[in-house]
């Protein structure tokens, strides 16, 4: 049962919260197999993991401020630490799957090239401590997007600062939008240096010491002081700066036109299937180019002599799910499909929405380039 505290979300349009952090720890985990050196795995930890939280942060963040229903509810009377704790949720999600996808990484990586899981579990006890600083400061990054990106008087400093940062790309409210994504997550790598500098000594052999936990609370504690203030500071400018926001993605974005149709999608026959191939053009990036990695990822495992690895295996997995990723955005169009094929003459599956060809045609794919992968691997 919801509690009363809680305020309904609508689902993100995109899968980027799982999506590209996994993709971004199957090419950390290659990062790591290249490279038998403990230390040189310590420095490629110490640099790949912002980069898988990074990867996936604006679609972890974005119910705070960028979600439809900050959007749609803002002009409601309800109090901005509800919102704040709605988009701590999805936060949260994200932020535990981004957690996964790295460690995962971190472990395939590290054992591939060392063979030794134990060394590969503490290299990722260092992935793992960024996390928690992560998780503790990423919620004050939508705080300060909240306070700074509000209408100041033209003398005051940070609307200075707005006009002179924002170099054109946006309006000067949005500016803060830009930039504090990675200043916080930069804060978070800062503060998660000392606490990784004692899991390397601790790990190094040195017996656990009062240094040692300094190291680690020291810095938990003011990443703690920064979590209590942030949703004093989101409330602040949680309502103003919504609007602002809402504006300058309209601006950025230009008239709602959509791009036409390819010649093959209009000789289609079935009405459902070219309303479904589409919606998966127009709300797919580059799906050809997402096909072309994946065949071509799958021709160089086919004419390679060695069997793929944990790396190799990861990489797959990843292309695999950037070209599955579109399904997910079609199911959620299969209300509005309906009633738009309510009315005409079809099937009874394809008036509720679905087209099961085109789902087996995208879902088949991979499924033939993973049997022709085993046959090549198990077959003489």
């Known amino acids: 049962m919801r509690s009363r505290s809680e305020l309904p ?7 980027h919260a799982w999506l590209a952090p996994a993709l971004a720890a199957a090419c950390w985990s ?13 420095s490629l930890v110490f640099i790949g993991g912002p980069l898988v939280l990074l990867a996936g942060l604006h679609a972890r963040l974005g119910e705070y401020l960028h979600g439809r229903a900050r959007e749609r509810l803002a002009v409601l009377p309800v109090a901005p630490a509800r919102h704040f704790a709605a988009g701590l949720r999805a936060h949260r999600h994200g932020l535990l799957l981004a957690l996964l996808c790295g460690a995962l990484g971190v472990c395939l990586g590290g054992t591939a090239a060392g063979g030794d899981p134990i060394a590969a579990a503490l290299l ?12 503790v400061v990423e919620p004050a990054i939508p705080a300060a997007a909240a306070y700074g990106g509000r209408r100041f008087p033209e003398a005051h400093p940070i609307r200075q600062a707005q006009a ?6 946006t309006s000067a409210e949005a500016t803060v939008h830009l930039y504090a994504p990675a200043l916080g997550l930069g804060l978070a790598t800062l503060l998660a240096m000392p606490g ?5 000594l601790l790990a190094g052999g040195q017996a656990l010491a009062g240094l040692h936990v300094g190291l680690l609370l020291l810095p938990l504690a003011i990443a703690g002081l920064v979590r209590m203030a942030a949703p004093r500071v989101y409330g602040l400018g949680f309502f ?3 609007a602002w926001l809402a504006e300058a993605t309209r601006s950025l974005a230009g ?27 127009r709300l797919t990036p580059v799906p050809m180019l997402r096909l072309a990695l994946l065949i071509a990822w799958a021709g160089y495992l086919l004419l390679r002599a060695a069997p793929p690895g944990g790396p190799a295996i990861a990489v797959s997995l990843g292309l695999a799910a950037l070209w599955l990723a579109p399904l997910q955005t079609l199911a959620r169009q299969r209300r509005r499909n309906a009633a738009t094929l309510a009315g005409l003459p079809l099937p009874a599956a394809q008036r509720a929405g679905r087209s099961p060809g085109l789902t087996l045609a995208i879902a088949g794919v991979p499924a033939l380039l993973l049997l022709a992968l085993l046959g090549r691997v198990y077959l003489p």
């Open 9 to 15: 979300r609508w689902r993100a349009d995109w899968p």
């Open 124 to 135: 990722a006890g260092d992935f793992v401590w960024l996390c928690v600083l992560a998780a």
């Open 30 to 42: 290659l990062a790591l197999a290249s490279s038998a050196e403990p230390a040189t795995q310590r």
């Open 255 to 281: 008239p709602p036109e959509p791009p036409p149709r390819p010649v093959w999608v209009a000789r289609l026959r079935s009405p459902a299937t070219r309303l479904l191939a589409t919606q998966w053009l």
């Open 164 to 169: 002179q940062l924002g170099g054109g790309w």
């Open 196 to 200: 990784q500098l004692a899991l390397a």
């Open 240 to 242: 103003e700066a919504v």
